[in-house]
């Protein structure tokens, strides 16, 4: 599921596919400083690019899941949760014992299934509601 750099395209052509046409995201908002220094996941099916996310480390121990995104054909199948546990799994085995993530608000209790929970900060990002949410290996799931 990681990506090199070859993959890269795919990567950007799913996140325009998702955020930027779907969604409405302005591309300034979409594409930041955090693509050079992130680790990007690029998920296949069958040998076609199906779903991408990152992550990175914000402070010892502590890592922040961004722009997972599934194209719209394969949505309901599965992929979702699987690309979201990869990430938690990759995120961890690099030492992150503490994870932070910006859930699209119609998503919130999605991420609660894997333990992630609320910290009751909601706002408002490219026009679409969000809400903050961690989670704790030290708590354990919740």
Request: glycine share 8%.
């Amino acid at each position: 599921m990681r990506h090199n750099a070859a993959d890269w395209a795919q990567v950007q052509a799913i996140r325009t596919a998702v955020f930027v046409v779907e969604q409405r995201c302005p591309p300034p908002e979409e594409w930041d400083a955090f693509d050079r220094t992130s680790t990007h996941i690029l998920m296949s099916c069958d040998g076609e690019p199906i779903g991408t996310a990152r992550w990175r480390l914000l402070v010892a121990g502590e890592a922040k899941l961004e722009r997972f995104a599934v194209l719209r054909e394969h949505r309901g199948a599965g992929y979702g949760r699987r690309l979201v546990t990869y990430v938690l799994e990759d995120a961890r085995a690099a030492g992150a014992t503490r994870l932070v993530l910006h859930a699209q608000a119609r998503l919130e209790a999605f991420y609660e299934s894997f333990g992630f929970q609320s910290t009751g900060t909601r706002f408002v990002e490219a026009g679409i509601d969000h809400v903050e949410m961690r989670w704790d290996a030290e708590v354990g799931p919740r």
